[in-house]
């Protein structure tokens, strides 16, 4: 899974089993997902055709799901929590929003382990449940808009039949789409403000818990050299298992997990400026990049 965001739209890219409650939604092989900002009060005669058009000038064509939104991308959360992870924009008013008012809760769950079609189907129910406590743990007396929205997707062999709270996909959906509501409807209320959209880990140094990395002031920077750029520090490649990149390591809590500390890939001037330009570029097309780059000058 990859993903990228211009300033209206967020773009989710891979090769998924989804199920979506959107427009022109249901089940799917998709490789794109993506979630547009459209003007406020926007009412476009035929919805489903406007996400195809949209779709089409991407050259996505047919196989994708699509969301819109009259919320600015730059409020998007996006929260990792192991192999899942969770994309959220937020804005409400009240049960019946005003249609010249910013609303629709929509979340994008992807995982990277496997889910069963029923997984699927019960994950949408996990995250709706999760959207309905943060309202009404903000003190809201509803538990959604009238267009609010849902997509899940999932990656490789199939490995999980359920996605209840309980279980391992449930659990880890559920915390992030409860702790992504709350943050993304706290950047579109201006009650934290940030010019790009926002990132969130699953942490369990210092005991388990959700931290917000932002480039500024960064306790581990260096964490490779001196002058190094930071826009990439959760790397999208990751896991890209490329053993010239990463290794394998034991973890903490047991199991083995993939380090890239040894990366500087993205890391790298030039390759991050050309990943901002082509954020659809395979790794082997960046490690081959920056292998043509030696022989030529830093202007």
């Known amino acids: ?48 055709r406007y996400l195809q058009d949209l779709a089409s000038s991407w050259g996505y064509d047919q196989d994708y799901f699509g969301l819109l939104t009259a919320v600015q991308m730059r409020h998007l959360c996006v929260l990792q929590y192991d192999f899942i992870t969770v994309f959220v924009t937020a804005g409400v008013t009240n049960p019946n929003p005003d249609p010249d008012r910013p609303h629709t809760i929509n979340i994008i769950v992807t995982s990277r382990e496997g889910l069963s079609e029923g997984a699927l189907l019960e994950t949408i129910i996990t995250a709706t449940e999760a959207k309905a406590l943060a309202l009404r743990e903000d003190g809201r007396p509803f538990t959604g808009t009238t267009t609010d929205a849902v997509i899940v997707a999932s990656e490789g062999e199939e490995k999980h039949i359920y996605a ?52 500024e002031g960064c306790p581990y920077y260096p964490c490779h050299f001196e002058g190094q750029v930071c826009d990439f520090c959760y790397c999208p490649f990751y896991p890209c298992k490329d053993e010239e990149l990463g290794d394998w390591v034991e973890s903490s809590s047991s199991g083995r997990i993939w380090s890239c500390s040894r990366c500087t890939l993205l890391h790298e001037t030039r390759v991050a400026a050309y990943f901002k330009r082509n954020p659809e570029a395979t790794l082997k097309e960046m490690k081959k990049y920056r292998a043509s780059l030696k022989d030529r000058p830093i202007i």
């Open 1 to 48: 899974m990859r993903y990228y965001y211009t300033s209206g739209t967020l773009i989710v890219r891979g090769d998924f089993r989804a199920a979506s409650t959107g427009i022109a939604g249901g089940f799917g092989r998709v490789t794109t997902l993506f979630n547009h900002t459209v003007p406020s009060g926007f009412d476009h005669a035929a919805p489903a």
């Open 164 to 215: 209840g709270t309980f279980t391992e996909v449930g659990r880890r959906v559920y915390a992030a789409v409860l702790r992504g509501v709350h943050e993304a409807l706290d950047r579109q209320e201006g009650k934290i403000v940030r010019k790009r959209p926002s990132y969130f880990i699953f942490s369990r140094y210092g005991g388990d818990h959700w931290v917000e990395w932002q480039p």
